[in-house]
């Protein structure tokens, strides 16, 4: 078996050696499945594996790389994708009971994508229960339990990209597949210290994909950089005409970590005294500091004063409602982990249509204040949260939690990329570049060279196998 040194590097190295036929997909594959076979029952990263699909992918790849046909730097490259996608033959379960041993016989749009760049899939990675679509305020609200974030068994890894934050981080995976509707991919790669990537709406096809939202949620890569985030997008983005929110724009542009020092960048100061661990903060400030170090000028600039967080909260409970309506005709709402699941349904009935309609209106308005201020900035900076990861057994609603630039970032369906910045008492915590819609590569170029003067990214959680 390949040795941690190996299973921990990131894609585009892997990618290199598997070219140079320095290692084979088949090696590498085997290799990924033992270590989650070792680790993953502490974990719970994992719902389902696909140890067969995969040994078989990886074995027609590495007959075509060997005959010179090598497809891409993903050809041969093991991956994990959230349960929320479908995989044709392979129980898409959406993290939750009622949909336990339910079959798809199609693959999602992403997956097709993937396959046909030659990447491996390995399984299907945990995700809390209808990615949260109904509401919860504990980690193990999901049908395999609390993901177990590998820099502390006793902390929860976030939602709702639970499995993708625990897989990437403990390398059972390269990469893998996360979905964002409001904070599930900047929140598990900021708890779980590594990369993540969310694009702009429209940006990446959900042919295939459950939705809560049908007009916020996003799919993208978490990985071990913000150069393998990258990667991914290239093979899962473009237009699909089968997807009515997908937007036809050209391909994103190869990022150019040198040229950060061009872009116009600014931070947004977040309230720490209300809703945040002040360590957290400090360990954000350093960054900045890094970053100015390294030739950067950081302004301080505050968000419009707008509800961003307010007309966010509307827009969901409204759609994800409309979403699961038939698991509360059915009864089947009750078979959820979540208790707070079966109240969202009360909840939605006291959003009347105006509010809806009203809070479209404002999401204008915002959309247009949020253009205005990246007509002045290239990039803006914040901590991804504002806090390190919680306790297995905490309950949230215990916890005062605010997230004003997710909410913005989602409402506007703006594109941004969280890497590792540092610990807190041995926790990660991370910087996260938010650009303007169809700007993922300034976000790309800023988090690239953040990590070419830093070496977060490198860091490894201290595991324990189980064999």
């Not at 992403?110 to 491996?120: D, H, K, N, T, Y």
């Not at 009515?244 to 005294?273: H, M, N, Q």
């Not at 707070?340 to 509010?355: K, S």
């Given at each position: 078996m390949l040795s941690d040194d190996v299973l921990f590097r990131p894609v585009h190295e892997l990618s290199r050696l598997v070219g140079a036929r320095e290692i084979s997909p088949v090696e590498l594959t085997r290799s990924y499945l033992s270590r989650i076979e070792a680790l993953d029952h502490e974990l719970h990263a994992f719902v389902t594996l696909t140890p067969d699909l995969a040994m078989a992918q990886a074995q027609k790849a590495e007959k075509e790389i060997a005959r010179g046909r090598r497809r891409g730097p993903l050809h041969g490259i093991p991956y994990g994708t959230k349960d929320l996608l479908a995989t044709k033959g392979i129980p898409t379960t959406w993290g939750a009971q009622p949909f336990a041993g339910r079959i798809i016989d199609e693959d999602a749009e992403v997956v097709r994508r993937l396959s046909a760049a030659g990447a491996v899939l390995l399984g299907k990675v945990a995700m809390i229960e209808l990615a949260g679509g109904?509401?919860?305020?504990?980690?193990?609200?999901?049908?395999?339990?609390?993901a177990r974030n590998p820099w502390d068994y006793g902390r929860w890894t976030c939602g709702s990209s639970s499995g993708s934050g625990a897989a990437v981080a403990a390398a059972l995976v390269p990469f893998a597949i996360g979905s964002e509707t409001w904070g599930s991919i900047v929140c598990p790669s900021s708890f779980c210290g590594i990369s993540g990537l969310r694009p702009t709406f429209g940006r990446v096809s959900r042919r295939g994909s459950m939705v809560i939202s049908w007009t916020f949620d996003k799919l993208?890569?978490?990985?071990?950089?913000?150069?393998?985030?990258?990667?991914?997008?290239?093979?899962?983005e473009g237009h699909d005409p089968e997807d009515p929110f997908s937007i036809d724009e050209p391909p994103t542009r190869a990022a150019d970590p040198s040229a950060a020092g061009k872009l116009k960048v600014g931070y947004v100061p977040l309230d720490f005294d209300r809703f945040g661990d002040r360590g957290v903060q400090r360990v954000f400030d350093k960054a900045l500091a890094d970053l100015e170090a390294a030739g950067l000028t950081i302004e301080k600039t505050p968000l419009p004063d707008l509800p961003f967080e307010s007309l966010t909260w509307v827009l969901l409970v409204a759609e994800a409602a409309t979403a699961f309506e038939e698991l509360e005709r059915s009864g089947d709402v009750k078979r959820l982990v979540s208790e707070e699941a079966p109240l969202a349904f009360i909840v939605t009935r006291a959003v009347r249509g105006q509010d809806v309609v009203k809070a479209r209106r404002v999401q204008t308005i915002c959309q247009r204040a949020m253009a205005d201020l990246f007509s002045r900035y290239d990039v803006l900076l914040y901590p991804g949260e504002m806090h390190t990861a919680f306790p297995v057994e905490k309950d949230f609603s215990e916890i005062a939690w605010s997230d004003p630039m997710g909410a913005t970032g989602n409402l506007c369906g703006l594109p941004a990329v969280s890497v590792p910045c540092g610990f807190k008492d041995g926790l990660p915590v991370s910087l996260t570049a938010v650009a303007g819609a169809f700007e993922e590569t300034k976000a790309i170029s800023l988090t690239r060279f953040y990590q070419t003067i830093t070496d977060w990214h490198t860091k490894r959680p201290p595991l324990r196998r189980l064999a």
């Amino acid at each position: 078996m390949l040795s941690d040194d190996v299973l921990f590097r990131p894609v585009h190295e892997l990618s290199r050696l598997v070219g140079a036929r320095e290692i084979s997909p088949v090696e590498l594959t085997r290799s990924y499945l033992s270590r989650i076979e070792a680790l993953d029952h502490e974990l719970h990263a994992f719902v389902t594996l696909t140890p067969d699909l995969a040994m078989a992918q990886a074995q027609k790849a590495e007959k075509e790389i060997a005959r010179g046909r090598r497809r891409g730097p993903l050809h041969g490259i093991p991956y994990g994708t959230k349960d929320l996608l479908a995989t044709k033959g392979i129980p898409t379960t959406w993290g939750a009971q009622p949909f336990a041993g339910r079959i798809i016989d199609e693959d999602a749009e992403v997956v097709r994508r993937l396959s046909a760049a030659g990447a491996v899939l390995l399984g299907k990675v945990a995700m809390i229960e209808l990615a949260g679509g109904l509401g919860y305020s504990r980690g193990d609200a999901s049908l395999t339990g609390a993901a177990r974030n590998p820099w502390d068994y006793g902390r929860w890894t976030c939602g709702s990209s639970s499995g993708s934050g625990a897989a990437v981080a403990a390398a059972l995976v390269p990469f893998a597949i996360g979905s964002e509707t409001w904070g599930s991919i900047v929140c598990p790669s900021s708890f779980c210290g590594i990369s993540g990537l969310r694009p702009t709406f429209g940006r990446v096809s959900r042919r295939g994909s459950m939705v809560i939202s049908w007009t916020f949620d996003k799919l993208g890569p978490m990985a071990r950089s913000a150069r393998d985030c990258a990667t991914v997008l290239s093979a899962i983005e473009g237009h699909d005409p089968e997807d009515p929110f997908s937007i036809d724009e050209p391909p994103t542009r190869a990022a150019d970590p040198s040229a950060a020092g061009k872009l116009k960048v600014g931070y947004v100061p977040l309230d720490f005294d209300r809703f945040g661990d002040r360590g957290v903060q400090r360990v954000f400030d350093k960054a900045l500091a890094d970053l100015e170090a390294a030739g950067l000028t950081i302004e301080k600039t505050p968000l419009p004063d707008l509800p961003f967080e307010s007309l966010t909260w509307v827009l969901l409970v409204a759609e994800a409602a409309t979403a699961f309506e038939e698991l509360e005709r059915s009864g089947d709402v009750k078979r959820l982990v979540s208790e707070e699941a079966p109240l969202a349904f009360i909840v939605t009935r006291a959003v009347r249509g105006q509010d809806v309609v009203k809070a479209r209106r404002v999401q204008t308005i915002c959309q247009r204040a949020m253009a205005d201020l990246f007509s002045r900035y290239d990039v803006l900076l914040y901590p991804g949260e504002m806090h390190t990861a919680f306790p297995v057994e905490k309950d949230f609603s215990e916890i005062a939690w605010s997230d004003p630039m997710g909410a913005t970032g989602n409402l506007c369906g703006l594109p941004a990329v969280s890497v590792p910045c540092g610990f807190k008492d041995g926790l990660p915590v991370s910087l996260t570049a938010v650009a303007g819609a169809f700007e993922e590569t300034k976000a790309i170029s800023l988090t690239r060279f953040y990590q070419t003067i830093t070496d977060w990214h490198t860091k490894r959680p201290p595991l324990r196998r189980l064999a």
